[in-house]
């Protein structure tokens, strides 16, 4: 599974019969049995051996009871004293129960829907009663012999390979009378493999019933729908796709960013042009009060030059400022100079005005 290399290979004689997985809890020694599967396993995609179904089945008949006697006598010779194990044994026409392997662990499927409802116990709770709650633990039966319902976890098989274009059949499973939970990861953009093996699993169904008929027919259900649950396309494909895809989005940015640049520009040169004409107006309406000639053509030549820069692209908005700061001396003075000159030439006009009136009544003689 880890994807290393092996540089040794251990034979051993081929176990036939049915496989059964046994989930078992110990407290201080004492072993109970809480749970016992049958796996349902067949050929698929190549693979010999694909999870189809792991079903509750009760320890009550004589083959499953002595395989729930052999795995505590197992762990038993092992010294388990505490804790929770999932331990597969096949039931083989040569030996009776030959052990698989033994998982210090609880079952990795979620079976927790499907004991409440078909045993009254779990495997989880259980092993929590062992280590805090010991009489609780010594009231749960030795073996699970009576099931309350029947119940299963159906493993969906994936016969397809590739990007998921749709996930088709859920609606149906969930309209399932026996349906208790639809755990169904994946979804439209995902990658789906075929499935050679449980984790390659597409997901999986709880079902549980009072009638084992039904039960068995939404199983057989769910079987024929897996066959085409999944619409996919294939990977080369859309990774073509993508790469064409990559490329249009690398053109449009890269026009979108000339577009852009260009009217940049334009707006730029627009902006830059307004600014100009307003301080070109903003200049011939001081024009009156300048008196030097000079003034007048270096304000008007630097005004061309400005115009011209904005023809040439070259136009910046520092550049305007400078021009406005750089003139506004000029104009600030020849204005001080107008301003002066305004007031001394009405302060003049008003000491005449003031003599005038003053002296004018000596002039002008008194009727006789």
Not at 54 to 80: F, W
Request: hydrophobic letters at 40%; charged letters at 25%.
């Amino acid at each position: 599974y880890e994807g290393g290399i092996n540089d040794a290979v251990l034979v051993q004689e081929y176990a036939d019969g049915e496989e059964f997985a046994v989930d078992t809890v110990a407290m201080d020694g004492d072993i109970k049995v809480v749970a016992l599967w049958r796996y349902r396993k067949f050929s698929a995609n190549g693979a010999p051996f694909v999870y189809q179904c792991t079903e509750l089945v009760s320890s009550a008949g004589e083959r499953e009871s002595e395989i729930c006697n052999y795995c505590v006598d197992i762990l038993k010779a092992q010294n388990l004293q505490w804790g929770p194990t999932h331990t597969e044994i096949k039931y083989t026409s040569r030996f009776g129960p030959a052990l698989i392997e033994i998982n210090a662990r609880w079952h990795a499927q979620n079976t927790f829907p499907v004991m409440v409802q078909c045993l009254n116990v779990d495997a989880v709770s259980a092993a929590l009663d062992a280590y805090f709650d010991p009489e609780s633990f010594r009231t749960l039966p030795r073996r699970p012999d009576r099931l309350l319902k029947h119940g299963m976890i159906v493993h969906l098989v994936s016969y397809s390979e590739g990007v998921i274009r749709e996930v088709r059949h859920l609606d149906l499973i969930r309209s399932l009378p026996s349906l208790v939970l639809l755990d169904m990861p994946l979804d439209v953009g995902d990658r789906v493999s075929k499935t050679v093996d449980i984790r390659t699993d597409s997901g999986y169904v709880l079902l549980c019933n009072d009638n084992n008929a039904q039960l068995q027919s939404d199983f057989e259900y769910i079987i024929q729908l897996q066959k085409t649950m999944f619409d996919v396309e294939d990977e080369e494909e859309v990774d073509h796709k993508q790469d064409r895809s990559d490329e249009m989005d690398s053109a449009i940015v890269e026009e979108i960013t000339r577009d852009n640049f260009e009217i940049g520009i334009e707006v730029n040169n627009m902006d830059n042009m307004m600014e100009v004409e307003d301080i070109k107006e903003d200049m011939e309406g001081r024009n009156e009060y300048l008196n030097s000639a000079s003034d007048i053509e270096k304000i008007d030549n630097s005004i061309r030059q400005l115009e011209y820069d904005v023809d040439e692209e070259y136009v910046s908005e520092t550049r305007i400022t400078s021009f406005v700061k750089g003139n506004g001396a000029v104009l600030l003075s020849r204005l001080r100079q107008v301003a002066l000159s305004a007031i001394m030439k009405v302060s003049i006009l008003y000491l005449l005005g003031s003599i005038f009136v003053l002296t004018f009544p000596l002039f002008v003689k008194a009727p006789s």
